[in-house]
C-alpha cells in the first residue's frame, strides 16, 4: 500500500510540473523575457536589451517549414523581409529565433546568406527561449515596445488555408499592431492563434523525468 501511494504521489508531481512547463507563456502587457543568443551570421551575441526604445518584432522561424521558409509560391518569409525593410525606417527591428534541433546553426547561417535576409537569425540551440515564450509554431510572432513590455503574441494574420497564402490574407494582424505602437496608440490585437509547424524541441524537463519514472 504505501509502494502505491508513493506511486501515486509522484505521478501526481509529474503531471503538476508537466502542466506548468507546457502552459508557461510570457503575459501581454507585461516585460518580454529576455534572451541573448548568436547570430548564426556574425557570430556575435544579441540580446534583447540591444534594442531598448525600439519596437521589436521576434519571429520563431524555420528554415524547412513550408508555411514559414522562403519560397517562390509562398511562405511568411517571403513577406516578412520586405516587411522588416519598409519599417527599419520607422525604428522597428526584426530577429528571428530558430529553435529547431532539426536544423543546426551552420545550415541556418547558410540559408540567411542565401537569401540576403534583412534582419538576423539567432539559435536557440535547446529551445529554452522558445520555452520561455511559449512559442509552438514556426512562425510566432512577439511584438515588444520600446520600454520592453510585450504588446502582441501570436500569428501574422488570419490563419490561412495554404503556405501559398501566406501574407496574403484581407485579416492582417502584425501590421495594425506596429502601426498602433508607432502611433502611440493601443494596438488592436494582443493575442491570437499562430499557425505553421510545431517547433522541434529537445526532450523537456517533463518529458526526461516521465521517461524515467516509466522504466
Known amino acids: 500500500m504505501p509502494q502505491i501511494k508513493s506511486i501515486v504521489a509522484g505521478a501526481l508531481a509529474i503531471t503538476f510540473m508537466l502542466a506548468a512547463w507546457a502552459t508557461a507563456e510570457p503575459v501581454v502587457g507585461k516585460a518580454a523575457p529576455q534572451f541573448e543568443l548568436k547570430d548564426v551570421s556574425t557570430g556575435e551575441m544579441v540580446s534583447l536589451y540591444d534594442h531598448q526604445d525600439q519596437i521589436v518584432v521576434v519571429v520563431f522561424q524555420s528554415i524547412n517549414c513550408p508555411w514559414d521558409r522562403m519560397r517562390e509560391d509562398g511562405g511568411y518569409q517571403r513577406y516578412l523581409s520586405p516587411l522588416a525593410e519598409k519599417y527599419a525606417e520607422k525604428n522597428v527591428t526584426f530577429i528571428a529565433i530558430n529553435s529547431n534541433k532539426t536544423e543546426s546553426a551552420d545550415q541556418v547561417a547558410s540559408y540567411h546568406s542565401q537569401h ?94 516521465q521517461r524515467r519514472h516509466a522504466a
Open 116 to 209: 540576403n535576409m534583412p534582419y538576423p537569425i539567432l539559435k536557440d540551440p535547446e529551445n529554452k527561449v522558445a520555452d520561455k515564450y511559449g512559442a509552438r509554431t514556426t512562425p510566432h510572432i512577439y511584438v515588444i515596445d520600446g520600454d520592453g513590455m510585450l504588446r502582441y503574441m501570436g500569428g501574422i494574420e488570419k490563419a490561412p488555408l495554404s503556405p501559398e497564402q501566406c501574407g496574403e490574407m484581407d485579416e492582417n494582424y502584425l501590421v495594425p499592431v506596429l502601426n498602433a505602437l508607432i502611433a502611440g496608440e493601443e494596438v488592436p490585437y494582443t493575442k491570437t492563434r499562430s499557425k505553421g509547424c510545431s517547433i522541434k524541441r529537445v526532450a523537456s524537463k517533463g518529458e526526461s523525468l
